[in-house]
Every structure is written in structure tokens, then in C-alpha cells.
């Protein structure tokens, strides 16, 4: 395996997971493992109080491989977490993916199809085709569908599913979009899909398969608000981002 410079990274933020991680990097190394191509596993623990951290390392130790975890300065949001193990990734693609892997990771398997015509894909729960084993309660999924109509009014038009943490970047494209990023919470999604559009990349959206988890770390109301003021942070912030990563 070429460290330097795997095809694929996979970049999971992390925050007081202890309980879930452990299955989730034994899958994920599993299926790594048994492709073809070289790869990067990342794990950026954020700030966790739990026992994340050491977990992390001591399953690095047993499983062979390119894996690397990053350790936030404390608390900082999912969207500081990402953005710094985006820009620590050295692969050709980069996936993020969360924790819970709602997303099975073997779906990058159909991202990575379509990346000979994106250099942005993205993992969409909001098409015909895409299968959902198993759904988010109604208010969540109620939210969810006013959210994405703001989402797509102000910031981008067209996108079915701007909030599936599932995700996978050019690796260049991963450097000029989240070197450029501000939103450290739930908000930076938009954030990243707005900037890789105002930087000329366009954006793939595969059906994917999904399963809720009920130990979700996204509180419907608060985060929701807070979301929704981002979008207009968003638009200000990038105002003059043009592109090929000029500003204007």
C-alpha cells in the first residue's frame, strides 16, 4: 500500500462514540480490505469525553493498514471535524462518513461510478431510487423536507439531499472546497456542496441506501434553527468566491 497517495480516504469524525466506533472501523476495514485499490482510514475524534480516542488507537494497532486519527482542540462541531480530516487526506477520493455509518460504506461503491463525470458526489436520500430501510420519525423527516426547500431556495437549487453525510470529494477539489470553509457545526454541508459550485465543480447525486439510527446527535429544533441561520452565512460569507478558486 502506497501511503503517500491512496486512491481513496476515509474520513469519519467522531464525537463520545465508544460504543458505536469499534463495529463501525472493523466494517470499514473489512471492506477496505477486500478492494482492489489502495486506501486512508482517518478518524477525527472531537473532543470526545468518552474513551473515543483511545479506542481509536488501540483498533489502529490491531488492524494493518494506513490509518491516522486526528485530535481536535476540544469541542469545536462536526463541520470543524470533517473539514480537518478532509485537508489532512492525501487520496485521490475522499469519502466522509459518519460515525453510525447510516450509509453503508460499501455504497461508495456507486459514488465512485459516477466519479469519472463529478469530481463532487454525493450519497442522496431524496431520490426515487434511493432505499431506506429504515426511516427517521415523521417530525424528523417533516423538518428535514422544509429544511432541504430552504436549502434549495437560497443556496442550492436542484440539490435533493444536501444533509447525507455520505460525501466523496476529488481530492483536489477537497483542498480548494474545505480550505475555504467557516461552519464548524451541522451547517457546513451547504456550506461545502455551495462552495464546490461556486468553485466550478459540479456535483453528482446517487440514490444510496440508508437506515436511521435513533441515537442521532442532531437535536431537531435547536440545530435545525441553527442550520437555517447558516444558510444565510453561507451566502454572505461566499459572496465573492468565484471560479477555479479565484476570488472575485
Known amino acids: 500500500m502506497t501511503k503517500s497517495c491512496p486512491f481513496l480516504t ?11 466506533l469499534e463495529p463501525t472501523l472493523r466494517e470499514v476495514f473489512a471492506f477496505l480490505s ?4 489502495t486506501w486512508e482510514l482517518i478518524v477525527v475524534d472531537d ?3 468518552d474513551k473515543t480516542a483511545e479506542l481509536a488507537t488501540q483498533i489502529f ?28 487526506a492525501q487520496g485521490e477520493w475522499v469519502l ?4 453510525d455509518l447510516s450509509t453503508p460504506i460499501e455504497e461508495v461503491l456507486k459514488l465512485l461510478k459516477s466519479s469519472a463525470e463529478f469530481p463532487v458526489v454525493i450519497g442522496s436520500r431524496g431520490m ?7 426511516r427517521q420519525p415523521l ?47 451541522f451547517g457546513f454541508d451547504v456550506e461545502c456542496l455551495f462552495v464546490a459550485r461556486r468553485l466550478g465543480y459540479e456535483i453528482g447525486e446517487v440514490p444510496i441506501r440508508w437506515i436511521n439510527h435513533p441515537a442521532s446527535k442532531v437535536h431537531a429544533v435547536r440545530d435545525s434553527a441553527r442550520m437555517a441561520g447558516d444558510l444565510f452565512k453561507v451566502r454572505v460569507r461566499h459572496r465573492n468566491t468565484g471560479k477555479n478558486g479565484e476570488e472575485n
Open 10 to 20: 476515509v474520513v469519519i469524525p467522531a464525537y463520545n462514540e465508544e460504543e458505536r
Open 34 to 37: 477486500a478492494q482492489s485499490f
Open 47 to 49: 473532543g470526545s469525553t
Open 61 to 88: 494497532e490491531e488492524i494493518p493498514g494506513n490509518t491516522k486519527l486526528l485530535r481536535n482542540p476540544g469541542n469545536r462541531g462536526k463541520g470543524y471535524s470533517v473539514r480537518s480530516g478532509m485537508l489532512e
Open 96 to 99: 466522509m462518513s459518519d460515525a
Open 128 to 134: 426515487r431510487e434511493s432505499l431506506l430501510e429504515e
Open 139 to 185: 417530525y424528523r423527516e417533516t423538518m428535514g423536507r422544509i429544511f432541504n426547500l430552504m436549502v434549495q431556495a437560497i443556496a442550492l437549487p436542484g440539490i435533493r439531499d444536501s444533509q447525507c453525510g455520505f460525501k466523496l470529494f476529488r481530492g483536489d477539489a477537497a483542498k480548494k472546497v474545505f480550505s475555504r470553509m467557516t461552519i464548524e457545526g
